[in-house]
């Protein structure tokens, strides 16, 4: 049976190495992939993210939970595929236009990843015809935009209207973020959430999800 409590530590310590070691591991003794997710990794992440929020992490330690939950999902996401696993939802992630910034992008494409959905990453200073891209193409139910300048937060604006001109504003969610953003911004624009951290971005993506469904 797999040690989840060993691998829960390793992810919210953000140690990769034993993290991957313990994946490994517990695969090859026949484990669900499913459960170490479940079991181990998720609850990791949200406690992480608690700690974060309580000022008991910070930022360097986030991105270490995250490094080390990805390097566990790199073995585990094949198998689920294989496998035919449904994820929680499709989530398109990226830093608008104008914006090169994508520390907090990345903590948020990890988090949600650890946390069971299927991320379809855009970068950063993404054009509005990428995110109708990945709602057209590739099927996201839900956009998550970041901006990180006051500069390129009117970006935000421009690739919601976007959306709406392409006709896909309906049939999909809008989250935004970043140190700048508010939630009165996020509602002027026309935004249906607003994430003001990593944490609570994940936890409002599987609101919004379950709203939709």
């Known amino acids: 049976m797999a040690d989840l409590e060993k691998l829960y530590t390793a992810v919210l310590e953000g140690d990769a190495k034993s993290s991957a070691a313990l994946t ?21 992440m949200d406690e992480a993210g ?4 309580a000022e008991d992490y910070f930022v360097p330690e986030l991105l270490l939970a995250a490094r080390a939950m990805k390097a566990a999902m790199v073995l585990i996401r094949p198998l689920l595929v294989a496998s035919g696993a449904k994820s929680l939802g499709r989530v398109a992630v990226g830093t608008v236009k104008g914006d090169l910034h994508d520390i907090g992008k990345n903590l948020v494409a990890s988090m949600l990843e650890g946390g069971g959905f299927d991320v379809i990453d855009l970068g950063a200073d993404v054009p509005p015809e990428k995110f109708i891209e990945a709602v057209k193409d ?4 839900i956009v998550c935009l970041s901006a990180l300048l006051t500069v390129t937060m009117p970006a935000m604006k421009t690739t919601i209207e976007a959306l709406k001109a392409a ?12 140190a700048p953003v508010t939630s009165q911004y996020a509602t002027e624009i026309g935004a249906d959430g607003f994430g003001e951290n990593a944490n609570s971005a994940v936890a409002l993506t599987r609101r919004l999800l379950a709203q939709g469904n």
């Open 50 to 53: 608690r700690r974060f929020e």
């Open 167 to 178: 006709g896909v504003r309906d049939s999909i969610k809008i989250l935004v973020g970043g």
């Open 24 to 44: 490994t591991e517990a695969l090859a003794a026949g484990a669900d992939p499913m459960s170490l997710i479940t079991g181990a990794m998720v609850p990791a």
């Open 138 to 141: 590739k099927g996201a139910q």
